[in-house]
């Protein structure tokens, strides 16, 4: 007797990593509606604020690459080491100089070559310099973007604050994979 369907694909015929995928789509999935929530909600660290998207809307107890930097503290800003490799003035200036001298982007290197550096410019450094800390000092590569907590975004924002209170917020990278 043969069975009927027996060749038909499944899933897994179309997706090799269908688990990996599967895990992603879920994580996306538990993010979903945070903006709309309350903050206690979402974050454990309670000095997240709500962002304007979903996405965005992450607590670092939730990413694990965190919990290192973490250690003993309830939020990553509050390692002695944040202050210091994140905010220090003379390190966002090292920083501006390094990416200077290793970009080959005419746009983004005349941004940084101003000799007044713009809060715009100041958060931008910060960000970079939060995700080399978080990767452990590797960059992550060109057009690989991340979404940086909410409670890094505030504290940033706080001390680099645009007069308008206008952000751009998370963009996706525009390099095709």
Same mark, same amino acid.
């Given at each position: 007797?043969?069975?009927?369907?027996?060749? $038909? @694909?499944?899933?897994?015929?179309?997706?090799?990593?269908?688990?990996? /995928?599967?895990? &992603?789509? &879920?994580?996306?999935? =538990?993010? /979903?509606?945070?903006?709309?929530?309350?903050? +206690? &909600?979402?974050?454990?660290?309670?000095?997240?604020?709500?962002?304007?998207?979903?996405?965005?809307?992450?607590?670092?107890? $939730?990413?694990?690459?965190? !919990?290192?930097?973490?250690?003993?503290?309830?939020?990553?800003?509050?390692? @002695?080491?944040?202050?210091?490799?994140?905010?220090?003035?003379?390190?966002? $200036?090292?920083?501006? %100089? =390094?990416?200077?001298? %290793?970009?080959?982007?005419?746009?983004?290197? %005349?941004?940084?070559? !101003?000799?007044?550096?713009?809060?715009?410019?100041?958060?931008?450094?910060?960000?970079? =310099?939060?995700?080399?800390?978080? +990767? $452990?000092?590797?960059?992550?590569?060109?057009?690989?973007?991340?979404?940086? @907590?909410?409670?890094?975004?505030?504290?940033?924002?706080?001390?680099?604050?645009?007069?308008?209170?206008?952000?751009?917020?998370?963009?996706?990278?525009?390099? @095709?994979?």
């Amino acid at each position: 007797m043969t069975s009927p369907y027996k060749f $038909e @694909p499944t899933k897994l015929d179309f997706c090799d990593d269908y688990d990996s /995928f599967n895990s &992603n789509h &879920n994580e996306f999935s =538990q993010c /979903f509606g945070r903006s709309l929530l309350q903050i +206690n &909600n979402w974050c454990d660290c309670q000095k997240c604020t709500i962002l304007p998207t979903d996405r965005e809307c992450i607590c670092c107890s $939730e990413i694990d690459i965190l !919990n290192k930097l973490r250690g003993i503290y309830k939020c990553v800003i509050e390692n @002695p080491s944040f202050s210091k490799l994140i905010l220090d003035e003379e390190v966002i $200036e090292i920083t501006r %100089k =390094q990416i200077i001298s %290793k970009t080959k982007n005419k746009g983004k290197k %005349k941004l940084l070559c !101003n000799t007044i550096l713009e809060n715009k410019t100041r958060r931008y450094l910060c960000y970079k =310099q939060f995700v080399f800390w978080a +990767n $452990e000092w590797t960059p992550i590569g060109k057009g690989n973007r991340v979404v940086i @907590p909410a409670c890094v975004i505030n504290v940033i924002r706080t001390k680099y604050a645009e007069e308008d209170g206008q952000y751009t917020g998370f963009k996706n990278s525009k390099i @095709p994979y």
